[in-house]
């Protein structure tokens, strides 16, 4: 019997779920194995250190389970702990082991969508914090202001599934007010952590008429696929059943009435101890 080697998607919760989705339509028949971080999260407001340790857990766990490349669908632990990792961490755990995060394929492709050429960004306030956007995005279109805000308010929200309440949506529109005051010229708005997709609609709903909302799971998806055409043992290694294991450091009840609403597919998680 062949053993699996699935693609590992890791997040501080449900957020990467918006990742996987895409990429499970991207690569429809390669399999992989989602780690959901539940009883940690958020990771938004947690120091570097903690960040990094809790990250670098997770990542040794998918390894464990077969794992040989892990796409950390999580902005914060992609601007916290994924270079010290790959510096530090990977070349002890074997060669033919990768990690990858969301951050640096964003920023190859964001700028293309700006006419204004001022972008701005919601994250958390570890990813706004880091400056690694604004940093990474001056490599690829130096011709690009960037305007950052961190809504430390929104990740708690999506986690308790209360999302689509009057609550929420005065949180999102006073962020995204101290956003947009910023410049009047952003015309991109990139939604730079992974739980935000579910805050779409209300999103789209109050910034003004010719401000884009981008989303970053597609981005991902389409940088993975080219990853993998680039990297053709590593392609072949990961087995391709169309299957998907979903765990969660949290209760799998709740893991698996939630992750429904992200991915619009249910699921049956079962328990991770990291
Ligand atoms: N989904 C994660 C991100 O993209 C963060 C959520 C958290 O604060 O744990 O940044």
Known sequence: ??????????????????????????????????????????????????????????VDWLFDKGCDLVILACNTASAKALRTIQQKDLASRGSHKRVLGVIRPTTEVVGQFSSSKQVGIVGTKGTVESESYPTEIAKFFPDVKVFQHACPMWVPLIENRAYNTPGARYFIEQDLKSLLAQSAKIDTLLLGCTHYPLLLETIESLVPNGVKVLTQGAIVAASLVNYLKRHADMDASITKNNDCVFYTTDATLDFDAHAADFLGYSVESLPAML
């Open 1 to 58: 019997m062949q053993t699996k080697k699935p693609i590992g998607v890791f997040d501080s919760g449900y957020g990467g779920l918006t990742i996987l989705k895409e990429l499970q339509l991207a690569l429809p028949t390669h399999d992989f194995m989602y780690l959901g971080d539940n009883a940690r999260a958020p990771y938004g407001p947690r120091s570097y250190d903690t960040v990094y340790q809790y990250t670098l857990e997770a």
